[in-house]
């Protein structure tokens, strides 16, 4: 029998397959195909199942990781959708937070609302922050503005009223009316989507669930249905942006939980995989051909958070804290006006793709930097089963880069990589040095086609001392899907100050939605022995307006145990706590898991043969170097080899600079000292 897991990335589509009977892994790659990303999904699967010779019916577990629903935010191409609100509140979503992200840029405008305000329609209605209700819903108001918006030709409708996190009837009642009326329509309530307080936020959420519902269920039909029309029988399973995976219909419900799909993916198989090394302090560091993704990793569990946004839009949810920039493979690096060399956020993705690749790209490119300086070469990419031209990438950069700022060609192009380095390395600070962490603390992990690749100059920037490399790092985030646990997240807003007299209502609070998360376990079909809960406290000095999260060890963790637990999570957070200050508790969060009982492969096996493959001149900081290539499936057991050096695989190439040494452990993984 197999398990298989694919993430569809914006340039691949990366594969992992396991023969759960000898554990042997495969690891493969299709291009991406981004006006329908099902289609490569169907060309993957297609050709393991004929490359191997087996039958669909000997996959007993598909795991999909997407970023379907992100992109069609930053693209703007979900449905036209409407809001029903409560009087009074037409203009949550136009007004926002009055803060800018940069305080002295005028250039910054916020996007706009992705419901327009003429669609934003009130009824009255309200409820207090009790949950009493202070004025009874007007259904005919509901009627009458479903009525409007189905008239004005919208697919989907958003309904938000105010305190619905207390009490969702109100909501659950014009729904159902909404759905009479507009029987085609896609519906989301905030008391589903996200039942926490900060209407803006509950707002933002709840309405791009909305705004992507309707595609996201059409791109997963097309989906099962090629599924089906291989002939594959197991229902699949989506990792959201929490970590967990969860069933078809969960994702149709809760498209919004997926805008980190794919990268959260390779964050908890990276955790599992370095943690067998005996790593668990890591950065994660995944690099692909469009961004670069980062997360910290402490004692082997990923950081979390409860809120980001997409495209300049606030999505509050459970999920792994991830720091996503542009720069990768294919970050395009061109002169702005003043003359500056810039690298990303452009990005040449699939198509045109690097100038090197020969399908239309005209701009230089971080691939066609590294192709330049003899990092990357013909047999490094997917194995020689890409063709590139290695001087097209040159005359591109001469002539774009080079001659306007009087630089060799080899100088720009280490330039195009040292400005990539920089922008990545603000990105590691961001999710470490910027919340307490000494990066030196830390093993830089690095996966993706392009992470291996930038790896140890990016550890030299950061000051971190030692490089993890996974084997065929280019498919972690498939990978990671095999690794993953089911799960969901349920949040429960009530805000009240934190007491011994009143910590036995919170403990109460946590049994009730125990029963909520015992519910979606049987739905997921998880058997009782697999079941896994975690609770978690939001919590507040009295007076703040941020809160940290405080994990307990149990439903029945004593009141002094949690205020010790919290004032320890707000001097990691913020280097202080204030011992007489009263401490507020603000929301209740529980996080239900179905373990996968997989496990990272633990054993290495390399071929037993000369794994050096030659030698070539490689461009590094103080001119050419000649530089020993390496078959990473030959690389022995313990073996030391002294940088500069090149190990070669099919997913991905490692660069190990000189005066580094890098050495294979028991397990496959690569471990680089700089």
């Keep these: ?233 197991s229902a699949p399973r989506t990792i959201h942006s929490n970590g967990g995976l969860m069933s078809v219909d969960t994702v149709r419900a809760f498209p919004v939980r997926t805008c980190l799909s794919g990268p959260a993916a390779g964050v908890v198989g990276a955790a599992k995989v370095a943690g067998a090394s005996g790593y668990p302090n890591i950065v994660t560091y995944d690099v692909g051909g469009t961004s670069t993704d980062v997360s910290l990793v402490l004692e082997g569990r990923p950081a979390f958070t409860t809120s980001r946004l997409v495209a300049d839009y606030p999505v509050r949810c459970p999920m792994l804290d991830i720091n996503v920039i542009g720069a990768g493979g ?68 001469e002539t774009q880069i080079a001659a306007p700022l009087g630089l060799s060609v080899e100088d ?88 011994a007299e009143a910590w036995p209502q919170i403990t109460a609070a946590f049994a009730e939605m125990y029963k909520d998360g015992d519910a979606w376990l049987d739905g997921e079909g998880i058997a009782p022995e697999a079941r896994e809960m975690q609770y978690v406290v939001d919590a507040r000095y009295d007076g703040q307006n941020h809160e940290v999260q405080v994990v307990l060890d149990g439903i029945d963790t004593a009141y002094d145990t949690f205020l010790e637990g919290f004032r320890a999570a707000h001097r990691q957070e913020y280097g202080y706590d204030i011992a007489d200050r009263a401490v507020e508790i603000v929301n209740l969060r529980l996080s239900v898991k179905g373990a996968s009982g997989a496990d990272p492969e633990t054993t290495h096996s390399p071929e037993d043969a000369d794994p050096v493959m030659g030698k070539r001149q490689v461009y590094f900081d103080g001119g050419w170097f000649e530089t020993t290539l390496y078959d990473r499936a030959k690389l022995p057991v313990g073996q030391v080899i002294n940088g500069p050096a090149i190990v070669q695989e099919m997913s991905s190439t490692t660069i190990v600079e000189p005066g580094q040494t890098v050495r294979v452990d028991a397990t496959g993984t690569m471990f680089i000292e700089v």
């Design 1 to 233: 029998m197999y398990r298989i897991g694919f993430d569809v990335g914006g340039t691949f589509t990366d594969f992992t397959a396991i023969n759960t009977t000898d554990g042997a892994a495969t690891h493969f790659k299709t291009s991406s195909t981004p006006h329908d990303p099902s289609e490569a999904i169907e060309t993957g699967l297609r050709h393991f199942v004929k490359e191997r010779g087996i039958t669909p019916d000997q996959f007993e577990f598909v795991g999909h990781g997407t970023t379907v629903a992100t992109n069609m935010v930053i693209e703007r191409r979900g449905v036209p959708t409407g809001l029903i609100t409560t009087k009074g509140a037409r203009d949550v979503l136009e007004i926002g937070r009055q803060t800018r992200p940069h305080l002295y840029d005028y250039d910054i405008t916020k996007p706009e609302p992705l419901v327009e305000r003429y669609m934003s329609i009130e009824v009255p209605e309200r409820m207090n922050a009790d949950g009493d209700v202070l004025v009874p819903l007007d259904e005919e108001a509901v009627r009458r503005a479903a009525e409007e918006i189905r008239d004005a030709g919208m697919q989907a409708v958003a309904i938000c009223f105010l305190h619905a996190y207390r009490d969702g009837r109100h909501e659950r009642r014009a729904a159902e009316i909404v759905r009479e009326v507009m029987p085609e329509a896609y519906v989301s309530i905030s008391s589903d989507v996200l039942p926490e307080f900060r209407e803006f936020e509950r707002f933002s959420t709840t309405v791009i669930n909305a705004y992507v519902g309707p595609r996201m269920d059409r791109y997963l039909e097309r989906f099962l249905q090629r599924l089906q029309s291989i002939g594959f029988a």
């Design 330 to 397: 294919g970050s395009i690096a061109a002169l702005d006006d003043a003359g500056a060399l810039k690298v990303g956020p452009r990005s040449a993705g699939a198509f045109p793709g690097p100038v090197a690749y020969g399908k239309g790209g005209t701009e230089p490119t971080t691939t066609d930097a590294n192709l330049v300086l003899g990092r990357l070469d013909a047999d490094t990419l997917l194995s020689g089963r890409m063709t590139v031209d290695k001087e097209a990438a040159r005359k591109a950069i």
């Design 412 to 499: 720009a192009a280490l330039g195009i990589l040292r400005i990539a380095v920089a922008n990545m390395g603000r990105a590691i600070r961001a999710v470490s040095t910027e919340k307490g962490h000494r990066l030196s603390d830390f093993a830089l992990f690095a996966y993706g086609g392009a992470g291996p690749l930038h790896a140890a100059a990016v550890a030299v920037e950061t000051g971190m001392k030692s490089v993890l490399v996974p084997a065929q790092p280019g498919t972690m985030c498939a990978r990671g899907i095999l690794l993953s646990d089911v799960g969901f997240d349920f949040v429960r807003t009530g805000v009240s100050t934190a007491s």
